[in-house]
């Protein structure tokens, strides 16, 4: 009981010690405290200033490339019928209809075929062996009323026109199952 009582005691003594004005370790840790709440203020603001920074850099990479790939489609001899084309398909997930929207680069006409170009910029985006563009082409393909689809790395100064065999969309069959097919059309 004595222990107990100066334990109590004890700590009773520590916490008005830290808490009298006159105290230097509570204004040390009253500073301590309140520079790492500044710096951590500083952290978080920094950056997200460097990711809007690092977004803006992208944008404008990617408003060039679609310049770029607009001289490119119509050098290659296709006619372009609308850039940031809007559209949609139906799917079903346990019988609820769902609509998903998109919009395509641009879709482009030659020699009366329809397809969407989709432009890409960067190290990795333009290679058809990137997941995400092959996904993003395959569901431009189910969207969109057309023949084909165009990959278009204006960079590089490269269009391809890619083919997902076996896709029955009643327009251009392709009956070879293995792979999908990728065909440079220019560049």
Same mark, same amino acid.
């Given at each position: 009981m004595g222990e107990r009582l100066a334990f109590i005691d004890w700590l009773d003594r520590g916490v008005r010690w830290l808490a009298s004005s006159s105290s230097p370790a509570w204004w040390t840790a009253a500073l301590v405290v309140l520079l790492f709440l500044a710096l951590e203020l500083l952290r978080t603001r920094l950056g997200r200033w460097l990711e809007r920074a690092r977004l803006r850099r992208q944008n404008? /990479?990617?408003? %060039?490339a679609e310049t770029l790939a607009a001289r490119l489609l119509v050098r290659a001899?296709? /006619?372009?019928l %609308?850039?940031?084309?809007r559209g949609s398909y139906e799917?079903?997930?346990d019988g609820r209809r769902i609509l998903v929207t998109l919009r395509a680069d641009y879709v482009v006409e030659r020699r009366g075929r329809p397809f969407v170009a989709e432009v890409k910029s960067g190290q990795f985006a333009p290679s058809i062996e990137n997941a995400a563009t092959r996904r993003q082409l395959l569901e431009y393909r189910m969207a969109f009323a057309?023949?084909?689809v165009l990959l278009v790395d204006a960079e590089a100064g490269d269009i391809r026109e890619v083919v997902f065999p076996g896709l029955f969309l009643g327009l251009g069959q392709n009956d070879d199952l293995d792979a999908p097919v990728v065909r440079s059309t220019f560049g």
């Open positions: 404008l /990479r990617a408003r %060039g001899g296709y /006619r372009i %609308g850039a940031q084309v799917l079903s997930v057309v023949e084909g």
